[in-house]
């Protein structure tokens, strides 16, 4: 066995660097450096961190327009990169400069750490921030609308129109030339959308969200943006400072956000247009481009008031009455166990009945109580969120006390599985697994049509990834959700070390490329890598080879079931050779091939894939390791070895039995009295003979 490990330590270092898979220099590095020992704190966010770059050589943007001075923003590697924003700002006109264009974009290594990281190289903002310029001191009605209304509208229709959206728009985010007189938008690239925007920025959908949570799915949640952009610019001052989330949420409810946060405040009718279209809480009526557009060129178009009391009678519940159904799906999902005690779907369906006059919602209750009485047992667990989702069909989804839009789910899990949250973990799993989501996209289909105020379509389909959860094997389970839902996610499989691989070419390349070092450690898939690649290739189903089916230890073999995906993924890739890779597959095929009975069939297997290793040919490895014929062979050498074995065993225990050898001894005893009684016979007729 020291013989064999030898030989194959000789082979994996002689195999680790393929040509075809030599890294080339991207256009970055072919144009700036990044100068990770100049950090930029105030450019820096939690999923990304700001350096100074230098520039090789003078680039002009496809506009004509020099850019600003540039800095570079490197993503941390359990962040899934806004990859459609990123193209975006890199390749959309920006004539006027009013957002910071993405110069350039690629994977580069970091000198001091050896860590390869995405870097986005972009420009730096110019000017002072709103908030600072602003400040007590109220923009005039001109500049307000030529200035600052026209070109965030223009930037934020154009993203709408793309089905992106921004997520970072707020006093702080955007900046103010004011020798020039014209704005620059801010970055929204550093973290998840929306998770650096201020509660009071987002409407109240999103406000209640995780902030992992918030997703990309909703466009009008920068024109609500923009709206208290302007509520600030208007007043020179922030809202309501002295209260805290929580009152301000629930004053929110209440109240409504426009009403709250314009209270008190005077404003003309022109912009109270604006703000009332911008600040609705609802998504159906709240203003997009076309009708800011049509404000600014004072083509008024009348906004219906949002609905804030729906209920001609309150919802008693915890000692509050609550006139509206979204107010009360609050309330519900703050405090689950009191909501299990103490709520009773029966008087639910009779308020929303008779009072908010909804029939159809009620039977919905009426079915979902089962036939419990009001005064029925506690709720279950699992109830809650359905009731929730009932009240509030257009909100976002609750579960456990955690509240996330569908469009979240996927920067939610990615940032559970790089803190090793397990509790988070589950939580996906059991949305997924317990019927809840599909629960709430079949209320949401019924709920008034979001489509076009939605971003772009889920990146996941849902019952698709429900399929994947379930299965345990190798390629699904939770690791599964997670690149199904963050496409752009690198594998976050610790075996890659510091490498960053966001696809099968990269994949295969860093595999072979480490082989040498990391062979003794174990398999080269593990969980994340298997469901990395089922996630490219869209593997549906768990690899069973029914060819083997009646080798049970070689039929649902991880080494086996290794093989089969890093096939898959050669075969996807184009990948040539893999002579590293194949040599560290070939040691960790060892494992099922000594469950070969035969010794001689066992070292004739081992010796052909080990050859086929030495030309890099997982296609022949696989052939080999899966052939039915040397198994056959084998299992039929075995069953005839103890057939005969069998037959040797009888023989022995009835010759070591002791009855059997006093029998034996009488029977062969007689035999030869027997021939000593004819030979004496013989003998004396022959004397007799020869005397007469």
């Known amino acids: 066995m020291v013989e064999e490990i030898s030989t194959a330590e000789g082979r994996l270092e002689g195999?680790?660097?393929?040509?075809?898979?030599?890294?080339?220099?991207?256009?970055?590095?072919?144009?700036?450096?990044?100068?990770?020992?100049?950090?930029?704190?105030?450019?820096?966010?939690?999923?990304?961190?700001?350096?100074?770059?230098?520039?090789?050589?003078?680039?002009?943007?496809?506009?004509?327009?020099?850019?600003?001075?540039?800095?570079?923003?490197?993503?941390?590697?359990?962040?899934?990169?806004?990859?459609?924003?990123?193209?975006?700002?890199?390749?959309?006109?920006?004539?006027?400069?009013?957002?910071?264009?993405?110069?350039?974009?690629?994977?580069?290594?970091?000198?001091?750490?050896?860590?390869?990281?995405?870097?986005?190289?972009?420009?730096?903002?110019?000017?002072?921030?709103?908030?600072?310029?602003?400040?007590?001191?109220?923009?005039?009605?001109?500049?307000?609308?030529?200035?600052?209304?026209?070109?965030?509208?223009?930037?934020?229709?154009?993203?709408?129109?793309?089905?992106?959206?921004h997520g970072a728009l707020n006093a702080d985010n955007i900046f103010f030339d004011a020798v020039g007189e014209k704005i620059v938008i801010g970055d929204c690239l550093s973290g998840p959308c929306g998770f650096n925007q201020p509660m009071v920025s987002e409407p109240i959908e999103r406000a209640v969200c995780h902030p992992m949570a918030k997703g990309d799915g909703n466009v009008t949640a920068d024109f609500y943006a923009l709206g208290m952009v302007i509520l600030f610019l208007i007043t020179g001052k922030k809202p309501i400072p002295d209260m805290n989330t929580e009152e301000i949420l629930e004053r929110r409810f209440e109240l409504g956000s426009f009403a709250l946060f314009t209270q008190g405040t005077k404003l003309s009718t022109f912009v109270l247009e604006l703000l009332k279209g911008l600040l609705s809480d609802s998504v159906d009526r709240r203003w997009g481009y076309m009708q800011v557009d049509s404000w600014i060129r004072k083509k008024l178009s009348s906004t219906p008031s949002s609905l804030i009391r729906e209920a001609m009678r309150g919802f008693i519940y915890g000692e509050k009455e609550y006139f509206n159904t979204k107010y009360l799906?609050?309330?519900?999902?703050?405090?689950?166990?009191?909501?299990?005690?103490?709520?009773?779907?029966?008087?639910?369906?009779?308020?929303?009945?008779?009072?908010?006059l909804q029939p159809e919602l009620a039977g919905k209750f009426d079915i979902l109580a089962g036939g419990r009485r009001s005064d029925a047992a506690i709720l279950d667990e699992d109830e809650i969120p359905r009731i929730v989702t009932l009240l509030d069909s257009t909100g976002p989804l609750r579960q456990a006390g955690v509240i996330l839009d569908i469009y979240g789910f996927g920067p939610f899990l990615a940032d559970a599985y790089a803190r090793d949250n397990r509790e988070s973990i589950q939580l996906v799993g059991n949305i997924l697994t317990s019927g809840l989501l599909q629960f709430w996209l079949d209320v949401a289909e019924t709920a008034p049509d979001q489509e076009d105020m939605r971003s772009q379509d889920l990146t996941w389909i849902p019952g698709k990834v429900l399929k994947l959860v379930r299965k345990s094997a190798p390629g699904f389970g939770m690791e599964r959700a997670l690149y199904e839902m963050n496409p752009t996610l690198p594998c976050q499989s610790p075996l890659l070390g510091q490498e960053y691989v966001d696809d099968l070419a990269q994949l295969l390349r860093t595999l072979d490329r480490i082989a040498k070092d990391k062979y003794a450690e174990g398999d080269p898939v593990d969980r994340h890598i298997a469901?990395?690649?089922?996630?490219?290739?869209?593997?549906?189903?768990?690899?069973?080879?029914?060819?083997?089916?009646?080798?049970?230890?070689?039929?649902?073999?991880?080494?086996?079931?290794?093989?089969?995906?890093?096939?898959?993924?050669?075969?996807?890739?184009?990948?040539?050779?893999?002579?590293?890779?194949?040599?560290?597959?070939?040691?960790?095929?060892?494992?099922?091939?000594?469950?070969?009975?035969?010794?001689?069939?066992?070292?004739?297997?081992?010796?052909?894939?080990?050859?086929?290793?030495?030309?890099?040919?997982?296609?022949?490895?696989?052939?080999?390791?899966?052939?039915?014929?040397?198994?056959?062979?084998?299992?039929?050498?075995?069953?005839?070895?103890?057939?005969?074995?069998?037959?040797?065993?009888?023989?022995?225990?009835?010759?070591?039995?002791?009855?059997?050898?006093?029998?034996?001894?009488?029977?062969?005893?007689?035999?030869?009295?027997?021939?000593?009684?004819?030979?004496?016979?013989?003998?004396?007729?022959?004397?007799?003979?020869?005397?007469?």
């Open 329 to 356: 799906a609050y309330a519900i999902a703050k405090d689950i166990p009191y909501a299990r005690h103490n709520l009773k779907p029966a008087d639910l369906s009779r308020w929303i009945k008779h009072s908010v």
């Open 15 to 165: 195999s680790a660097a393929a040509d075809e898979f030599l890294l080339k220099a991207t256009d970055l590095e072919k144009n700036f450096t990044v100068n990770f020992n100049e950090p930029l704190p105030h450019l820096s966010a939690d999923f990304a961190k700001a350096y100074g770059v230098t520039s090789r050589k003078a680039k002009l943007l496809e506009s004509g327009r020099s850019p600003r001075p540039a800095y570079a923003l490197v993503f941390e590697r359990s962040f899934p990169p806004r990859m459609n924003m990123i193209n975006f700002l890199r390749n959309a006109p920006n004539e006027e400069g009013f957002f910071l264009s993405v110069l350039e974009s690629g994977v580069i290594r970091n000198k001091n750490t050896g860590a390869e990281n995405l870097v986005a190289i972009m420009e730096q903002p110019s000017g002072k921030k709103l908030s600072e310029l602003f400040i007590n001191n109220p923009i005039s009605d001109k500049l307000l609308i030529n200035n600052i209304v026209r070109p965030i509208n223009e930037f934020i229709g154009s993203l709408a129109e793309n089905r992106l959206m």
């Open 531 to 692: 469901a990395f690649i089922a996630t490219k290739i869209d593997l549906r189903e768990e690899i069973i080879l029914k060819k083997l089916i009646e080798f049970s230890e070689f039929v649902n073999n991880p080494q086996i079931t290794m093989l089969a995906l890093l096939l898959a993924a050669q075969t996807a890739a184009k990948a040539k050779s893999l002579k590293g890779l194949s040599a560290w597959v070939s040691e960790r095929l060892l494992l099922p091939m000594q469950s070969i009975k035969s010794q001689n069939i066992r070292d004739e297997v081992v010796k052909n894939i080990r050859r086929a290793a030495r030309d890099g040919n997982l296609q022949e490895i696989y052939r080999i390791s899966t052939s039915a014929t040397h198994l056959k062979r084998d299992k039929f050498g075995f069953k005839e070895a103890g057939k005969a074995y069998q037959q040797l065993s009888e023989k022995i225990n009835f010759v070591s039995r002791s009855d059997n050898n006093e029998r034996l001894a009488y029977e062969y005893g007689l035999k030869l009295a027997i021939i000593f009684s004819y030979l004496i016979c013989a003998g004396t007729l022959l004397y007799l003979l020869c005397t007469i």
